[in-house]
Nanobody, 115 residues
Framework: QVQLVESGGGLVQPGGSLRLSCAAF????????LAWYRQAPGKQRELVAH???????NYASSVKGRSTISRDNDKNTVYLQMNSLKPEDTAVYYC?????????WGQGTQVTVSS
């Protein structure tokens, strides 16, 4: 059984930074492409960034230049460093494989950007 556990969210002022973490259990982590997704209130879930098993990355235009996705296969963990946060980044952030698997969604971690 695969379990993905996100953490690191919180309340931050505009312009601030957060580092999200996602620990994976029950899977051969290193072989999967992984991604961060987010869902804002009243909106559909969207892809934020993904990273291949080889470390290649891609970002949504809305976060490109402000965010960095990375992975540590030894720790079975994927990270999302977010800088220069904006109120429109407010959402619940989830990790999953890429492309996503509906059986892998976790609880997510709430990010709120507000003054």
């Amino acid at each position: 059984q695969v379990q993905l556990v996100e953490s690191g969210g919180g309340l931050v002022q505009p312009g601030g930074s957060l580092r999200l973490s996602c620990a994976a259990f029950g899977t051969i982590f290193s072989i999967h492409a992984l991604a961060w997704y987010r869902q804002a209130p009243g909106k559909q879930r969207e892809l934020v960034a993904h990273i291949t098993s080889g470390g290649s990355t891609n970002y949504a235009s809305s976060v490109k230049g402000r965010s960095t996705i990375s992975r540590d296969n030894d720790k079975n963990t994927v990270y999302l460093q977010m800088n220069s946060l904006k109120p429109e980044d407010t959402a619940v952030y989830y990790c999953n494989v890429y492309p996503h698997d509906d059986g892998y969604w976790g609880q997510g971690t709430q990010v709120t950007v507000s003054s």
